[in-house]
């Protein structure tokens, strides 16, 4: 049984300091740090540094993509190319350090046509087998649809993939509405009141809304993060909240993909439900603790799982 990651709208980080933001100035950059980004990198990445194997597939192109995989391959994680129109972007972070802000440029991938999803579909669907975990996380490229993010799921479902997806915005209410039952559903706070419609105000609510999601056959197990407080995670068989640990915070870029990462091995290595929720939440909570582009940590993600052991909701 493996994980199988997939990011069709990869990047390549670029992370520097310099000591004031000022217009019109020449700034004077630290050496930048370069690091593989974007959704399922990330998980596979984080699934690695928790004690686990991943294989990322990434829909990576031209030599930034290249310098892109050539970073990413390392212990506990593989690399699958997946074909990708035109080349792969970068991203910049700047963090001030006369105040500490980070200020985070994002920039667009290249444009995506159907025919460019549906090659990318077909190499991707022979990588898994029956039982195997394929996570989708993160965002689609430009030119693509809400839509194909559920149709890629609807294909690696009918491959028989167990598929976990963490996805927001129209992407997300398209995989909710497909009623795939995907293995996992997870989406944050925001995304999940966008998604009902209404307030969850607390733990209970969320769980309830969570279980609304199983019960429309969105997935077998839906989660929903509420941020600093924990998790919820609701399945036919019952519902529980896992409390964040209380850890200084250094950055919480990182903390979604590190929880679909715990959840996702726990998962993979049968533990209960309860656990599965205790372990991504432990997974985030470590990666809060780490700077910028880092993810989670396993030695801090093992002293802290029991400070966010799952409890009935």
Known sequence: MTILTVTLNPALDLETRTPELVAGRKLRCAPARRDPG??????????????????AAVAAGGPIGAD??????????AVAALPAPGDTRQNLSVIEETTGRQYRFIFPG????????TAARDALLPMVGAGDFAVLSGS?????????????????????????????????AEVARARLRLRVLRMDHAEAEELMGRSLPTPEISAAAAQDLVAADAAEIAILARGAEGSVLASADGRWFAPAADVPVVSVTGAGDSFVAGATLALSRGLPLSEVL?????AASSAVTTEATQLCDRAGFEVILSDCLARPV
């Open 278 to 282: 205790c372990w991504g939440v432990s």
């Open 110 to 117: 290249p444009q995506w046509s159907a025919a460019d999803l």
């Open 68 to 77: 892109l995989m050539r970073l990413l391959a390392g212990p506990g994680v």
């Open 140 to 172: 689609l490229p430009p030119g693509l649809p809400a839509s194909a993010m559920a149709d890629l799921a609807r294909a690696l479902t009918e491959a028989g993939a167990a598929v976990v997806c963490d996805t927001s915005g129209a992407a997300l």
């Open 38 to 55: 974007g959704g399922g990198i990330n998980v596979a990445r984080a699934v690695a540094l928790l004690g686990g194997e991943a294989t």
